[in-house]
C-alpha cells in the first residue's frame, strides 16, 4: 500500500511539473490549483467558492435633470475561506469625478464630484466617511470593518446616493432628451475571488466586467409618461399598464409571431401607465441595467427555449417602426440557434431586450443590449454576450479576449451557418485584421492582462486575434469535438468565473489532445506567422516555416486548362517544423500556386509561385496612384507606394499593410478583402478602397 502511494505521488507531481513546463502559469493561478479551487482537468475544483450579493434597491429618476437617487439594502455573503477585514465597492459613477484618470474623452457637462453618497451603513452602524476606517479611491470605496466578516458570514449594508444619467453616451447615457439607457448606476460589490482576492482596479471605460453572482430586487420611480426595460422580470404589471397595454404585454409572452406593446400610436400627446412604480426582480445574474423613455415603440414575441417561453423585446425610437422591422424575429432566430446548435446551451435567463439609442456599437448586459442600430452583426454579437461574461462570469477586466473574442467568432459562425446558409471555414477571415500586427511590439502575448493594454492593442488583442484563434482551434477540432468542448466548458463553469487555465484544460480534457502547439506561440510568446514557398518538385511543395506562430496550411492551385484544386490543414502541421511537404496531384498542370494567401503571415509576398515579382514584372503601374490619400469622414490616411516591385496599400490607423496585384481596372490584395479603384479624371487623384471583411468602402483624395 505504502508502495503504490508513492507511485500516485511521484505520478501527480510529473503531471503538474509537465502542466508547468507546457505553458508558463503565474503564481496567484497556481496557488488556486494547488487549493483544490480549480482543477487540471479543467473543471471546478472540490474546493471551489465564490462570493454571493443579494440588492434591494429603490430608486427614483428625474428626467429633467437626468437625476438618480437611490438607497440601496445590500447582504454580502462571504463564501470563501477566508476572514474579511475590509469591503470594497464600486462606485462605476466616480469615472466622471474631477481628478480621476479616464482613458477617453467625456462631455464636459458630466464631470463633477461623481456620485454623492448621503449614508453608508455597515451593520446597521452609520460609517463616518470622514474617518480612516473608509477611503474614496479612484472609482472604489474601501470600508474597514471593526469586526471582520467571518468565513461563512453575510454582512448587511445599507446606502443612499445620488448621481446622475450621464451625456457621455458611452455604454450608457442619455439617448436623447428623453430617453437614457442606465447602467453602473448602483453601488456594486467588489469581486473578492480565489486568484486575486479583491478587484480593486479602476474604471476607466476601458475594461468592462467583472462582478458577483447576485439577486437583485429594483423598484423604480419615474414620471407615469415613461416605460421602463430593465434585466430580469417586472413583478407588478397590472399595476402599471392600462387595460390594453396589458392584454398585449400578456399576449407577447406566448406569442411567436412579433407585436406591437406600444406603437407610435399610443404615444401620443397625454400618454400614461396607470403607475410610475415598476418593480423588478432578477436572479443569479451578474448585473443590472434599466433603460427608459416616453417615445419609443416596443415590439415583442417570445422565443421556447428549453420547454420555457423567453420574452423577447425590441425597443426603438418611435416613427420609422419600418427601420427595425426585422430586429425581433433577428433575435428570435438568434436564441433558437444559441440554445439549440453553437453553443448548443439553452439561453438561461426569461428576458432579453435590445433597446436603440448608442452612438454606435453594442454594449452588454443582463439581459439587455444598448445597441447603435438594428444590424444583424450587433444584435447577434450583444446577445452572445449573455453567455459570456453574463452565465459564464469571465474577468473581463482582465481577459477581455475570454468573452469578446467568444462574441466576435461566435457572432461570424452563427450569422454564417445559420443566416447565410454558407459552411466555409471562418479561419480565412482575419488577414486584415489580425495580420497587420503580428510581429510589431505591440502585438504583446494575448495572455497579458487587459489591463496593462492601451488603445492600440486593446480592441485587436480582446476581439480579433482572439477570434482568429478560436477559428483555428475549431478548424482543427472540427465540429463535432470543438462544439463538444465549447459546450462542456459553458456548462462546467455556468455562474462561475473560469481563468485562462480553465479553458485550456477544459478543451485538452474533452478532446483528449495536448493543445499546448496552439496555446503556448499564441497565448505566451511574442511571434507571428510567416510561410514561405521554398520549391517545388514534380508533385512534391516545400514550404519552409519562419514564424513561430502556427496557422492553418491552405494550398491553392491553379492549373493550366482553367481547373483549380486546394487542401487545407490544420495549424498543427506547422506547429514546431522548420519545413514541411505538401502533394500536389497533376503537377505538369500547374500554372500557379499559392499558400495561406488569405490568411496572416508577415511576409506574405513569398508565398506565391511564381513569385509576385516575376508577375508584376511586365505591368505598367501608372505612377499617379503612389502617394498618401486622405480618407474622407475617417480623419485617416491610405498610403500606396511601390516597395521592390510591388504595390503596397496601407492604412497605419488600422494596422493595414498589403501588397495588392492587377486585376482588370482595379486594384486587389492577396486575399480578395481590399479592393481599389483609382480615378484620375478631377483636379486630384482620387481612390475608392472596399473592404470587403467590414462591408465598408471608403473614398480618398490624393494629397
Not at 425590441?314 to 438568434?334: D, E, F, L, W
Amino acid at each position: 500500500m505504502k508502495h503504490l502511494l508513492t507511485i500516485i505521488a511521484l505520478t501527480l507531481c510529473t503531471s503538474l511539473m509537465a502542466q508547468e513546463q507546457r505553458m508558463f502559469m503565474p503564481k496567484e493561478m497556481k496557488q488556486a490549483y494547488d487549493k483544490g479551487t480549480r482543477s487540471y482537468d479543467g473543471k471546478p475544483g472540490p474546493n471551489y467558492w465564490h462570493n454571493t450579493v443579494d440588492y434591494d434597491i429603490k430608486v427614483s429618476i428625474d428626467p429633467e435633470t437626468r437625476g438618480i437617487s437611490g438607497t440601496s439594502n445590500i447582504t454580502y455573503t462571504n463564501n470563501s475561506p477566508d476572514d474579511l477585514n475590509t469591503i470594497v465597492v464600486r462606485l462605476y459613477n466616480d469615472v466622471y469625478r474631477k481628478g480621476n484618470p479616464r482613458a477617453s474623452r467625456v462631455d464636459d457637462r458630466d464631470v463633477d464630484e461623481g456620485v454623492t453618497l448621503h449614508m453608508v451603513k455597515v451593520r446597521g452602524d452609520s460609517v463616518d466617511m470622514e474617518s480612516r476606517s473608509f477611503t474614496r479611491n479612484g472609482t472604489n470605496i474601501f470600508i474597514r470593518l471593526s469586526e471582520s466578516l467571518k468565513s461563512g458570514d453575510n454582512i448587511d449594508l445599507a446606502i443612499n446616493w445620488e448621481q446622475f444619467v450621464p451625456y457621455t453616451n458611452r455604454r450608457t447615457g442619455v439617448a436623447d432628451s428623453t430617453s437614457f439607457f442606465v447602467a453602473y448606476w448602483y453601488p456594486q460589490l467588489a469581486v473578492y475571488d480565489d486568484v486575486f482576492g479583491w478587484d480593486t482596479q479602476n474604471y476607466s471605460f476601458r475594461t468592462e466586467f467583472y462582478n458577483n453572482l447576485a439577486n437583485f430586487n429594483v423598484e423604480f420611480t419615474v414620471p407615469e409618461s415613461f416605460t421602463v426595460w430593465s434585466t430580469g422580470v417586472l413583478q407588478n404589471p397590472e399595476e402599471v399598464f392600462n387595460d390594453e397595454i396589458l392584454k398585449r404585454y400578456n399576449e407577447a409572452l406566448t406569442a411567436t409571431q412579433p407585436l406591437d406593446i406600444i406603437s407610435g400610436s399610443d404615444l401620443k400627446d397625454g400618454f400614461a401607465h396607470k403607475s410610475g412604480v415598476w418593480k423588478f426582480k432578477a436572479d443569479e445574474v451578474s448585473d443590472f441595467a434599466f433603460a427608459m423613455s416616453d417615445h419609443y415603440d416596443w415590439n415583442a414575441a417570445s422565443q421556447r427555449v428549453d420547454g420555457r417561453d423567453v420574452l423577447i423585446s425590441s425597443v426603438y425610437p418611435t416613427g420609422n417602426p419600418q427601420a427595425y422591422a426585422a430586429m425581433t424575429p433577428n433575435q428570435q432566430k438568434t436564441m433558437k440557434h444559441f440554445s439549440e446548435d453553437i453553443p448548443g446551451v439553452p439561453y438561461p435567463y426569461p428576458r432579453f431586450t435590445t433597446f436603440i439609442g448608442l452612438g454606435g456599437g453594442g454594449m452588454e448586459f443582463p439581459m439587455m443590449a444598448y445597441n447603435g442600430g438594428p444590424g444583424l452583426g450587433v444584435t447577434v454579437h450583444e446577445m452572445f454576450h449573455m453567455y459570456f461574461p453574463m452565465y459564464v462570469r469571465t474577468n473581463e477586466r482582465r481577459f477581455a479576449w475570454m468573452d469578446e473574442g467568444w462574441a466576435d467568432y461566435i457572432t461570424a459562425l452563427v450569422t454564417t451557418r445559420f443566416f447565410r446558409n454558407d459552411t466555409t471555414d471562418l479561419f480565412t477571415n482575419y488577414k486584415g485584421s489580425v495580420g497587420g500586427m503580428q510581429g510589431q511590439y505591440e502585438d504583446v502575448p494575448l495572455f497579458t492582462s487587459s489591463q496593462f493594454m492601451d488603445g492600440t492593442n486593446y480592441g485587436y488583442s480582446a476581439y480579433p486575434l482572439p477570434s482568429f484563434i478560436y477559428s483555428m482551434l475549431h478548424y482543427h477540432l472540427g465540429d463535432e469535438m470543438f462544439y463538444k468542448a465549447y459546450k462542456e466548458y459553458i456548462t462546467r463553469w455556468a455562474k462561475k468565473s473560469p481563468i485562462p487555465f480553465d479553458f485550456f484544460y477544459t478543451f485538452e480534457n474533452v478532446s483528449g489532445q495536448d493543445l499546448s502547439w496552439l496555446w503556448k506561440p499564441w497565448f505566451f510568446e511574442y511571434g507571428f506567422p510567416n510561410v514561405k514557398i521554398e520549391g517545388i518538385k514534380k508533385d512534391k511543395l516545400t514550404v519552409a516555416n519562419l514564424g513561430n506562430r502556427p496557422v492553418p496550411v491552405k494550398v491553392d492551385v491553379k492549373y493550366n486548362d482553367g481547373t483549380d484544386y486546394t487542401v487545407s490543414m490544420s495549424g498543427k502541421t506547422m506547429a514546431g517544423k522548420d519545413k514541411f511537404v505538401v502533394s500536389i496531384p497533376e503537377y505538369k498542370k500547374i500554372e500557379s500556386i499559392a499558400v495561406n494567401s488569405s490568411l496572416p503571415d508577415l511576409d506574405d509576398t513569398d508565398n506565391f509561385y511564381p513569385p509576385l515579382k516575376d508577375r508584376m514584372a511586365g505591368v505598367e503601374v501608372p505612377e499617379f496612384i503612389y502617394g498618401t490619400y486622405n480618407i474622407a469622414n475617417f480623419n485617416i490616411q491610405a498610403i500606396m507606394e511601390n516597395e521592390d516591385g510591388l504595390v503596397k496599400a496601407q492604412v497605419p490607423a488600422a494596422g493595414m499593410n498589403v501588397v495588392v496585384m492587377p486585376k482588370e481596372d482595379k486594384w486587389v490584395s492577396l486575399d480578395g478583402q481590399v479592393v481599389i479603384t483609382f480615378d484620375n479624371s478631377g483636379e486630384k487623384p482620387t481612390m475608392s478602397m472596399e473592404l470587403k471583411q467590414f462591408g465598408v468602402t471608403v473614398q480618398g483624395t490624393k494629397e
